[in-house]
């Protein structure tokens, strides 16, 4: 029933490691995002892709790496992870440029 | 790149008050706007879009926003705040190739 689902919802993880974060939508939409939110809330888009293609790559360190099997997944696989990579991570999907959230998924590197 | 600007970090009122948030916006075209809300360890749920037309436009939860293209503004408000309005609000600004930008948000506190 879910329209934008992620997994994990929680990710806690050592520095250096190599983690991935799933995202899927149900809605139908070609493009989907995803979203760093930082601990003062600030949103900072990082990647869109429409239709399997990478539209928006957003000066994101090349370890972090997204993946669009379809156009209703978008994954993001992030290497040697840092302390600074802790965040809130949200994936979106939209249709006519109106977006629709995930629940997010905190990841806390330690 | 378009961008979004929020004034107000954080903003205070009592409950049954009226509401204003303020959203300024840069953008060489007509934008696509949006206002978000985002309660406490949830994702970001829509309030209200504008896309064209009527520039006053209703949401949900008895928000309304209001665009101004003299002042680039789209600004959200509700007449009667109510405790469970306690939340972090987005505004968003969006292009027609979906690139969509945030302000930095303003958090409102609701006093009972």
């Known amino acids: 029933d879910t329209a934008v689902s992620q997994t994990p919802k929680y990710l806690v993880t050592q520095m250096g490691n190599d983690k991935s974060i799933k995202c899927e939508q149900n809605?139908?939409?070609?493009?989907m995002y995803w979203y760093k939110q930082d601990s003062k809330k600030f949103l900072k888009i990082m990647f869109s892709?429409?239709?399997?293609?990478?539209?928006i790559n957003e000066t994101v360190p090349n370890r972090f790496s997204p993946k669009s099997p379809d156009k209703a997944h978008l994954n993001l696989h992030i290497n040697s992870l840092e302390l600074g990579d802790s965040a809130v991570y949200f994936c979106a999907s939209s249709k006519n440029t109106e977006a629709f959230f995930g629940q997010g998924t905190r990841l806390t590197v330690v | 790149a378009q961008s979004v600007t929020q004034p107000d970090i954080h903003i205070t009122v009592s409950e049954g008050a009226s509401l204003e948030l303020r959203c300024n916006y840069s953008y060489g075209a007509t934008p696509y706007l949006f206002w978000y809300v985002q309660s406490p360890g949830q994702g970001l749920q829509l309030l209200l879009k504008y896309f064209s037309g009527d520039t006053l436009v209703q949401g949900i939860k008895g928000f309304e926003a209001e665009f101004k293209r003299s002042q680039s503004s789209f600004n959200l408000r509700k007449p009667s705040v109510h405790w469970s309005d306690a939340a972090e609000y987005f505004c968003a600004v969006a292009t027609n190739n979906n690139d969509m930008r945030f302000g930095a948000g303003t958090r409102l506190t609701v006093k009972p």
């Open positions: 809605l139908g939409h070609d493009t």
């Open positions: 892709y429409n239709n399997k293609e990478l539209i």
